[in-house]
C-alpha cells in the first residue's frame, strides 16, 4: 500500500462538504479510510448542520492515519460556496472531491492519481459511477448513462470536442473527480449560474483550456435518496408547441427561446474567456456555437430575408452539429425549415 509518507507520490487532499448528513456520512468516512492509497489530508466543511454529523465526523476521524481538519461554517453558504471553501483550504497536489453520501471503492484514490502522475498534460479526471439506491444497492443504472455520455458522445470527446460535450449538458460529477490543485485559479471563485452548479462550471472551463479527460470506469457507488441536494434527477420540460401553432404563433415567440439560449451562451462566454489567458479550441468551439444561435435569435421577420443565413448554417453543418444527441437525421433539416418558415 502506497502511504501519505511516499516521497515519490504528490501530496492529496479530499475535500468533503458536509450538511446534516448523519444518516450516511459512516459509510463514506469509512470507503476512505479503506482506501488502497490514503490521502494526506481530509478537509472537511460543515454547512451549519443541526443533527449530529459534526459529532459523528470528529468520532470517526480521531483516529485517522492522515491530518483531518474540519471547518464549521457558522453562515450556511449552500453546497456551490461550501465545495468552493473546502476546495481553498487543500493543500495537496492533487484534490479529490468528496459528496458526504456516496462510497468510494477502495481503488478510487490510487487509480485516479496514478491517471495523473502518467498525464501531467490533464488537469480534471473524472469517472463513471455506479447508481446505488437509498440502501447503497445497486440499481443496474451507471451516472455516464444517466447524462447521455455515451459510446459516440465520448469518441466525439476524444476527437478533441470536449467543450462541444459539456455545453450540450454537463457530464462532470464533482464526487467522481481528481484535480490538480493549480486548477484551482481558473475556476475559483464559482460563479452564480442558473444552470450550473459548481461540478459543471469546472468542467466546462478545463474542458476550454483542453486539460480535462475521463477515466472510463466507475469508481464510486452514488447514492440517491430524497434528501440529497443535488442528483440524478432529469429537468422539467418545456411546455410543447403543436405543429398548427408553429405557422400561427408570432415570429417574436418563435425566436423567444433561441434568444435566451444565446443570452445564456454568451454570459457563460464571457465568464469562462475572463479565466482564458489565450484563444484555445475549446474557446473556439464556443465561439462557433455562440454565433450559430445568434444568427438564428436574429432571423428577421421576412421569410425571404432569412434564406442565406438558414443555408449557410446548414451547409456549414451547424444544424447537425448542435441538433440533439438522439435525434433522428430528419431533426437538423426541420429546425432549419422552421427557421426558414415560422
Known sequence: MAT??????????????????????????????????????????????????????????????FSVRIIRNTTRLGFNKNFEKALSLCSGELIFICDQDDYWLPEKIETLADYLIQNPAVDLVFSNAVIADTNLNDTGRLFWDTVRFTKPIREKWRRGEATEVLLDGNRVMGCTSALRRRLLAS????????????????????????????????????????????????????????????FSRPHSEKLEPLIHKHQELKELYQLVTQRMPTKTPGIEQFERRLDHYNRRSTLPDGRFFRIGSVVRELLAGNYHRYADQEANGYAPYLAALGDLLE
Not at 468516512?29 to 443541526?50: A, Y
Not at 475556476?187 to 486539460?211: C, E, H, Q, R, S
Not at 420540460?237 to 408553429?246: D, I, L, Q, W
Open 4 to 65: 501519505p509518507s511516499d516521497p515519490n507520490r504528490p501530496t492529496i487532499s479530499v475535500a468533503l462538504c458536509t450538511y446534516n448528513g448523519e444518516a450516511y456520512l459512516e459509510t463514506q468516512l469509512q470507503s476512505l479510510l479503506k482506501q488502497s492509497r490514503l490521502p494526506d489530508e481530509l478537509i472537511v466543511c460543515d454547512d451549519d448542520s443541526t443533527d449530529q454529523t459534526r459529532t459523528l465526523l470528529e468520532r470517526l476521524t480521531a483516529n485517522a492515519p
Open 187 to 246: 475556476f475559483l471563485p464559482i460563479p452564480n449560474l442558473p444552470n450550473y452548479i459548481y461540478d459543471g462550471w469546472m468542467g466546462l472551463v478545463t474542458a476550454a483550456k483542453g486539460t480535462i479527460d475521463f477515466y472510463e470506469k466507475p469508481l464510486i457507488w452514488y447514492r440517491t435518496h430524497d434528501k440529497q441536494q443535488v442528483g440524478t434527477r432529469p429537468p422539467a420540460a418545456g411546455k410543447p408547441v403543436r405543429f398548427t401553432e408553429r
